[in-house]
């Protein structure tokens, strides 16, 4: 039972790198939006912020209209916690916008000189980071289990061949 349970235990370090892809993907796609969209100003329709750090989802609402005379609305853009506060008070924000793509729009209204969307892109960057370096450790970890199992066996099937009688566990206290 245990070899099993460390063979499957693969499946975490998989689900990190799983992890990881994914947030250089949403990286890649928040610069590819930054580099390549349209400049566009967005006008802000609803901020909802949380007054608690452990409820992470505040959001903006904006409605964009394109210069080809379009318009895209967007409701509950996801931002950071400590990022929509300093948004809250602003009735228009500066966004690049491309069609079709997963982060069609993004905000580029920059907060003491740091445009939102690169303070998304480094924390994506940096939760992929993490989450490789958790997959690079995970894997370390379940290889030597595993290693370990094969080489010398379970450590609580190794040499025991009968109950030790004089174990302290064993012993009646008075």
């Known amino acids: 039972m245990t070899r099993w349970i460390a063979r499957l235990a693969w499946v975490l370090p998989i689900l990190f790198v799983g992890l990881s892809a994914h947030q250089a993907r949403v990286a890649y796609d928040l610069h590819t939006t930054k580099t390549q969209g349209t400049a566009a100003t967005a006008e802000v329709q609803d901020v909802k912020v949380s007054n608690r750090t452990q409820v992470t989802y505040d959001y903006v609402s904006i409605r964009v209209p394109m210069p080809d005379g379009s318009v895209l609305t967007r409701e509950r853009l996801s931002l950071p916690h400590g990022i929509v506060p300093a948004l809250k008070e602003k009735e228009t924000l500066q966004v690049r916008v491309t069609k079709g793509g997963s982060r069609s729009i993004v905000v580029t ?66």
């Open 109 to 174: 209204e920059p907060i003491k000189a740091t445009p939102v969307v690169d303070t998304q892109i480094r924390i994506a960057g940096i939760n992929g980071l993490m989450s490789l370096g958790a997959a690079l450790l995970f894997g370390l970890a379940i290889w030597f289990w595993n290693w370990s199992l094969r080489r010398e066996g379970d450590p609580a099937e190794r040499g025991v061949t009968e109950p030790d009688p004089d174990h302290p566990a064993r012993q009646v206290v008075r």
